[in-house]
């Protein structure tokens, strides 16, 4: 089981481009982030579609560009990723993510076959965003004040509740007093009341364990019934049984006894030839997997997009 990050919990900003080196444009297995882009005016257009909380974290993100700039600071807004994107290939859309699988499995040994494939590689997310790019430009004096200016989340150590900085002035111009720590709570608090309703609700433990059925007829083990766990349960013992560090869609070492495989080889070292036996029996089950899930998904995933930061099935 695994929990979708918490929305909105930290205003929307991103991470110092000092700090790291994940690319504007990456994507993942599951789905990718969004391209960064903006217009004109160095601010991003919000989409016409977006919710109110999407909304927000575009407004964030377009607040900390104009604070730095009156800085004296460039920097480029980075467009939030809508959480239904990430899951479009990961058992929302089913077509797709038929799709997907029939080609890449659940997406981890299938970064041995196809190293360059930007559907499951991480090589996009290891390119320089454009503001880690920027601060490569300034000297180390200005690198200190770019970094001042900016801001960081809020350290609890010495007290702090909210963002500082740019980050900070952002994040109180679009979500007024409250603080992040509030926020977070509230968001955590959300989260589990929505897993709670989606485990209790009728509709899905009916799906859920007709799902189950058809897994253990397939002779595939079932660790859970429960509706927000099912759906990801036979992608994570996958995860688990994958070469080492291969994959992207979820990050997992164990599996569900909590114990590691004695020995998984890395796909860097893997032969495109040794991994395509791997590949053909991870598509196999996760084929498997789709087919048994599909009724269950089809109702899931509709409830689960109305209750956002409860966990997920994939």
Known sequence: MSLLPLLAACGGGGESPSSSSAGDGSTSASGGKASAGSGSSGQLDIPADAGAELKKQYLVENAIATCMRKQGFTYTPDPPEDFRTGWATDGADYGLTKKFRQKYGFGYTAVAVYPDDPQVSRKAANEPSANAKYLDTLTPAQKTAYEKALGGPPDPKVGQKDWTGCMGTADKEVYGGESVEDRSAASSSQNQANAQALNGDRELVGLAQSYAS????????????????????????????????????????????GKLPESRPSPQTMSKAEALPLLTKEIELAMKDLACGKDFRAAYFPKFFKAPGSTGAG
């Open 214 to 257: 058809c897994l253990r007829k397939d002779g595939i083990p079932v660790t859970t019934t429960q509706p927000t766990g099912i759906g990801e349960m036979v992608k994570l013992q996958a995860a688990a049984a994958a070469p080492a560090g291969a994959g992207g869609a979820v990050s997992v070492e164990a599996g569900a006894d």
